[in-house]
T-cell receptor, first 113, second 112 residues
């Protein structure tokens, strides 16, 4: 069974640009969550989608947005990039029930210069 | 607001030693607690998940315990190996069941 796939693995962008990251969940998983990992703040929850609807949202500015498609694939968009957005962005999928474990991808490393 | 603390931040042990990693959380109203490992530059690998109604889970050389009333969990690794070297992260789901709050991790080094 294929795991969670995130593309691309690495991205380099300049301040002010926007970026889109992609996540393909494990087959059959309907929930996709996004997390940001930085050395200073650790792992922080961005948002969760289930059946194309945002179900939960973390404490991030509106520059961070996402969406989920009917095949459960998800994209995350960051507009007007700032240097502080440099991070490892991790996607996790699950069946979406309260007690389902999360399965993480290998992440996208975003560097903003 | 849920807060998760992991102690120690770093640990170095000789191969073969048994070790314990600690995790504490402030809000005992959790759905579950997960232990993950992260290798450098990689994503998270789920090791064990303990539901709020459970006391422990075991997988191979790993055993995780949960004491909700005291807000603590431990991850016990038996007979450590150099391949166990990684950062171990504890995460709890509370409030929203699918929103994890992570600790800052314990960086484990097992010396051959």
């Amino acid at each position: 069974k294929a795991g969670v796939t995130q593309t691309p693995r690495y991205l380099i962008k300049t301040r002010g640009q926007q970026v889109t990251l992609s996540c393909s969940p494990i087959s059959g998983h309907r929930s996709v969550s996004w997390y940001q990992q930085t050395p200073g703040q650790g792992l922080q929850f961005l948002f969760e989608y289930f059946s194309e609807t945002q179900r939960n949202k973390g404490n991030f500015p509106g520059r961070f947005s996402g969406r989920q498609f009917s095949n459960s694939r998800s994209e995350m968009n960051v507009s007007t990039l700032e240097l502080g957005d440099s991070a490892l962005y991790l996607c996790a999928s699950s069946l979406g029930q309260d007690y389902s474990p999360l399965h993480f991808g290998n992440g996208t490393r975003l560097t903003v210069t | 607001k849920q807060e998760v603390t992991q102690i120690p931040a770093a640990l170095s042990v000789p191969e073969g030693e048994n070790l314990v990693l600690n995790c504490s959380f402030t809000d005992s109203a959790i759905y579950n607690l997960q232990w993950f490992r992260q290798d450098p530059g990689k994503g998270l690998t789920s090791l064990l998940l303990i539901q709020s109604s459970q006391r422990e889970q075991t997988s191979g050389r790993l055993n995780a315990s949960l004491d909700k009333s005291s807000g603590r969990s431990t991850l016990y690794i038996a007979a450590s190996q150099p391949g166990d070297s990684a950062t171990y992260l504890c995460a709890v789901s509370s409030g929203s069941a699918r929103q994890l709050t992570f600790g800052s991790g314990t960086q484990l080094t097992v010396l051959p």
